[in-house]
């Protein structure tokens, strides 16, 4: 080692780089002491290796603590959601002893925030509960609204679930009275809805009396103001045409038996493609096979009309104006078509109100 160097770290400790003070080249100390110049050689080589270390090693430090944190937060969110159980979101969410439900899969959360911002009006959303099909709707909808969704087990492929008449459709909508079943055994009463409905009013005021099965006409023909509240008359498939889309049970014997016998139906009708089944008529069907042992109710036509009625008579929509409670957008097939509609009669409330959603904006 040359002397001058020997001498220079005798005297001197190596120092810190990242000290303010650098130590001077074994030169300079001999000459002058004056601090190196970051223009010089030195300096500059001291500048270059100073910023290699920064970039290299500065943005490790303290990450381990940072990701591996939020990871392990991420992890047992999703953790919890999964073993989120029916009996626990319904005891979350359930007032008076009544859920209101709907099932949804991802396709389909537009409308389920439409849906929810009616409601959300009625000051009724805290009494919702949505089954999500998928577990991207599940961790969606929980992520932003916590414990208002569940998934039931199986989850679906989300995509094959939105083409009415698919098999993935018929799959979707038959676990409905299955879902239905187990919140009644659980106890509670329940409102199920289709999301592609609008809410105007309050239904509940219409669930008179205590019946055990409260449901809708799909039949486009009007019906006076006054008409039967009992099971209508079978058509030409031999079962009435009520819809499953709005469907009101209360936590008795006779709801149940109806949800079995609906079960019973769909598994006697499975969906194939010369016959490409839904879970309505099977529904039709165990209306009209208990009818004598249960207790049925069919709500007001003009307050729970249907799509092809509200909006496609014009004439009966303008003599009924004030009446309507839940408008459902049926008799129309595609999202895009359903959307336009809704927006033409100023019912797609996403647009400019999605913040009264609990959901806000998706």
Known sequence: MPAAMSSFLHQRPIQNPFSNAYPMSPRSSSTSQRPVSIFGPTGLFILLSLMVFIGVFAPWSGMPQSIFSNSKMASSSLSKWRHYSLADAASFVAKNGTVIVCAVSQPYLPFLNNWLISITRQKHQEKVLVIAEDYATLDKVNGKWPGHAVLIPPALVSQSTHKFGSQGFFNFTARRPRHLLQILELGYNVMYNDVDMVWLGDPFPYLEGN???????????????????????PGKKGRPYICSCMIFLRATDGAKLVMKKWIEELQAQPWSKAQKANDQPAFNWALLKTARVVDLYLLPQAAFPTG??????????????GMHVIIHNNYILGFEKKIKRFRDYGLWLVDDHALESPLGRL
């Open 211 to 233: 019946h055990d099965v409260y449901f809708t006409d799909d039949m486009t023909a009007v019906k006076p103001l006054n008409h039967s509240h009992d099971l209508p008359p």
């Open 308 to 321: 092809g009625l509200y909006f496609k008579n014009k004439t009966w929509a303008r003599q009924t104006k």
